[in-house]
């Protein structure tokens, strides 16, 4: 296979998955309270959120990448 259909499939499958879960999510831990052997630590849930749009341009430069990778000279 060429290197441009291999990264179109991937960015196909990347596409798909930006729009399966819509989001990224991580969990932070902060510490509040530090007195001697006390340690108290807040945990906090974030998102980084994907745009729809951006699973759509992976898709439709996926295709294009595909397409173009299958010509033939």
Known sequence: MKTAAI???LLII????S?????ID????????????????????KRIPLPPILGGIAIVGGIVLLLAGNKTS
């Open 7 to 9: 990264v179109g499939i």
């Open 14 to 17: 990347l596409g798909i998955i």
């Open 19 to 23: 729009f399966a879960y819509q989001g």
């Open 26 to 45: 991580y969990t932070t831990h902060k510490r509040v309270v530090d007195l001697g052997p006390l340690h108290a630590t807040e945990t906090q849930h």
